[in-house]
């Protein structure tokens, strides 16, 4: 079977510009006790190391005679990790792996370490929901746009069943599938709607990133453009109380940008580990005299989460002060590790627990 | 803006396993007048050069003080190409673009040329369909399977019109996102369905590559699974006249295998250079017998598509002289060019206009 799938692919690219097709490489390979092998093919390479997210260091990695390069670690902590290759001082990502982390400054690939017991984000054999691929036209941006749009399991857009709508942006030089691709927000939707744990809604994953416009488009564009598409588009309830804004580091950002000053669209207002030096939170922030009492009443959910390893920790410690200073209720959600999207998948199934109930 | 965007680039990863961080670079950079210029960045390469589908040969690139190496090729016919670098000997996609070829044995980014006027696989300012992107159940295969399913405009799962499906297969090392991702199959589709070309229809891409077991369980799952899903939980036609199967390479073979065998269920088979050096290809067609009257008169539409520079085209030819002589109907769109996706782009828009009518 691998002699001919090997001259499968020789065959296929023999008319392409790659003369050399490395094996079928299986990598990364989990076993059983959540040890994990990685695999790399090059008989050129004088070096190749691993990094990943479940490493403190990275790992050298050793050449068989037949140009196969492997490490094994572990046991790994079941989760979902990036982790790329150092080969001869160039950064890549693991070629034999589909699961990439969705990035427009980085290519990273994804390791998925399942345990005993499922995850909050595994794959069950629970009713799934599905994502849509779509665009919406951005006047803002003078562009087509793509969102991705979970609707949750049953959905029948048709229906008389309305939906709340979650919003939720991704971290900065991410893209709009990085909460999929490398959150797995939709499987952690599926899994706490089928435990009764979350109330079936729509979430709503635009792109954040409007370079080279400035921030504050994209809270243009989140308001006038994708708001009114979603609900011109979905079977939707249409008051503060069934809508959500959540992001992830820049998107956390901008999150607090977006949904702070506009309770009157968003009653639920999550940020994790937000990333506030910008001109737009400065802007709104730094000098804000919000009626308090007034916000507290109109948000059912403001919450700010953070890791203590992370390296925004301080600065998010500032911001939950500075908002309590205020007078806003605000409800933190302190857990350790760092600034990664291992903490975003806790962060959001907190969420989804919390929110329109 | 620049030193702005570095800055955040620093603090959001100075905590992670990256030390070096790049610039952002806009790669590639297509000009008004179809010239292309490709950006890396590395301050320790010996080399770095541009392969692509657009090139005869790879370009070197070169580096600048500041350790961006470039190159600029072209003017490049307008079209989408996969290209990658090749930095000291390492292959890798570019890390500044989002566009990345799925595919599970290499990584590879996607060059965007459009030229004065749109391409049929062109993003334009017409009506367009989603992608959904969701699990089904494979028996079969005893797991769950990704599948993406395109529905058109103005598609309503719950209303009064049922639509004709397309089965549409990736080629090998492919994955169920190649259609779409490089291939632009719901493009194509919104185009020619705005342009009155296309009967609306529901395109579904699952994924064709069942391993370790063997590809005829391709078929089954298939049969068995992929189709009873779709029906289940679609608006669709369930006669054969109205289920269509289409497929590149691997999968153009795999559509010979599941389509000719199967004409109760598929009226339409259109294989697209097709790879038929299979175990179950042979069993099929080595010692076949159809009726071929009673096969034509089940089939709409029985095509093969190859280009002449494609390095199958003598075992396509090969296989439309055999198919003819066992006095099948076929109908053959032979084209330039080899083994590409950019090929593929046109098989398809082809099919589009011929199925369901």
């Given at each position: ?33 959540q040890?994990v ?16 997210e479940f ?18 670690v572990g046991p790994v902590k079941p989760d979902i990790y ?29 390791l998925?370490v399942s345990g005993?017991?499922?995850l ?217 590790g760092?600034?990664?999207?291992m ?15």
């Open positions: 079977m691998k002699k001919y799938l090997y001259i499968i692919a020789i065959l296929l690219f023999s008319n392409t510009v790659v003369a050399q097709r490395a094996p079928s490489l299986n990598s990364p390979e989990v076993k059983p006790d040890r092998t990685f695999y790399y093919y090059s008989r050129t390479a004088k070096s190749v190391s691993l990094n990943g490493l403190k260091n990275a790992e050298p990695m050793i050449k068989d005679t037949s140009g196969v390069w492997s490490v094994t990036p982790y790329f290759y150092t080969v001869d001082n160039v950064q890549i990502s693991d070629p034999n792996n589909t699961h990439v982390f969705a990035n427009e400054r980085f290519k990273r690939s994804i998925d005993p017991l499922p909050v984000h595994s794959l069950q054999n629970v009713p799934h929901g599905k994502i849509d691929y779509r665009y919406y036209n951005s006047v803002t941006l003078d562009t087509l746009r793509r969102v991705l749009v979970y609707t949750p399991p049953g959905f029948n857009p048709a229906g008389k069943i309305k939906y709340p709508v979650l919003y939720l942006i991704h971290g900065g030089s991410d893209t709009e599938e990085t909460w999929t691709k490398v959150g797995r927000a939709n499987l952690i939707a599926d899994n706490l709607i089928a435990a009764g744990k979350a109330t079936p809604m729509i979430i709503v994953m635009p792109y954040g990133n409007v370079r080279p416009k400035e921030m504050a488009d994209f809270t243009k564009d989140v308001l006038n453009n994708v708001v009114p598409f979603i609900e011109a588009n979905y079977p939707v309830i249409k008051d503060s109380k069934s809508r959500a804004i959540a992001g992830f580091s820049v998107g956390g950002g901008q999150t607090l940008n977006i949904g702070l000053t506009n309770t009157d669209i968003f009653a639920y207002v999550a940020s994790y580990a937000p990333y506030t030096a910008t001109e737009e939170f400065k802007k709104n922030f730094s000098s804000w005299s919000p009626d308090a009492k007034l916000l507290n009443n109109k948000l059912k959910l403001f919450t700010i989460s953070v890791g203590t390893d992370d390296f925004l920790y301080e600065s998010v410690k500032q911001n939950i002060a500075m908002f309590t200073e205020k007078g806003l209720l605000l409800k933190t959600y302190i857990v350790p760092g600034h990664s999207w903490n975003c998948k806790l962060f959001l199934a907190s969420t989804l627990q919390e929110i329109f109930k």
